[in-house]
């Protein structure tokens, strides 16, 4: 009956927390992406410069610095066109929408993993997140139908008590 109870608490705590298991990044491997693509930007082949530029905005969508994260999603829209690649497609549309899913832009995060789907329907990643985000857009709704409704109750309950004043 404990482990039911504990179980109730945690699914509920998890509700509120918004667990989702995309992994953060220190301000330090920030830094270091930075110093890697200053140093690639003399004499260096294109492709050396592109990877050290998908590294950079990796670790800037994933920071915990909201800054950070709009610098990652403009790097990424700007590079967006200029993909090779399919895969590499794929790599930057999953990355923006982790950064749009950071800073709280959920619809916008959907449609971008599901535009990465769209290209690679079984990666696992993209898929996870794509529930992370469906998750969250449920569970805002969820809380905002419950203020709502709190909102509707206090209103009636204010209204009543004035109508049994006047009697």
């Given at each position: ?9 945690d ?24 110093r ?5 930007g ?18 800037l ?5 909201p800054e ?5 999603i ?25 950064g ?23 990666w ?7 529930k992370?985000?469906e ?8 809380i905002?139908i ?22």
């Amino acid at each position: 009956m404990d482990a039911k109870i504990g179980k109730f608490f945690d699914s509920v705590g998890a509700f509120f927390s918004g667990g989702d298991h995309i992994p953060w990044c220190d301000r330090d491997v920030i830094a270091g992406c930075e110093r890697e693509l200053a140093e690639a930007g003399s004499g260096v082949s294109d492709e050396i410069k592109n990877e050290s530029i998908m590294r950079l905005s990796w670790a800037l969508v994933h920071s915990r610095q909201p800054e950070d994260v709009q610098r990652g999603i403009a790097m990424l829209e700007a590079s967006l066109d200029s993909s090779n690649s399919p895969l590499q497609k794929r790599e930057k549309l999953y990355l923006l929408a982790v950064g749009h899913y950071r800073s709280g832009d959920y619809s916008r995060s959907r449609q971008l993993v599901e535009r990465s789907l769209e290209i690679a329907p079984d990666w696992r990643q993209a898929l996870s997140l794509k529930k992370v985000v469906e998750d969250k857009i449920a569970k805002d709704g969820v809380i905002g139908i419950g203020i709502a409704a709190t909102a509707v109750g206090l209103v009636a309950g204010g209204i009543a008590a004035a109508l049994a004043r006047k009697k």
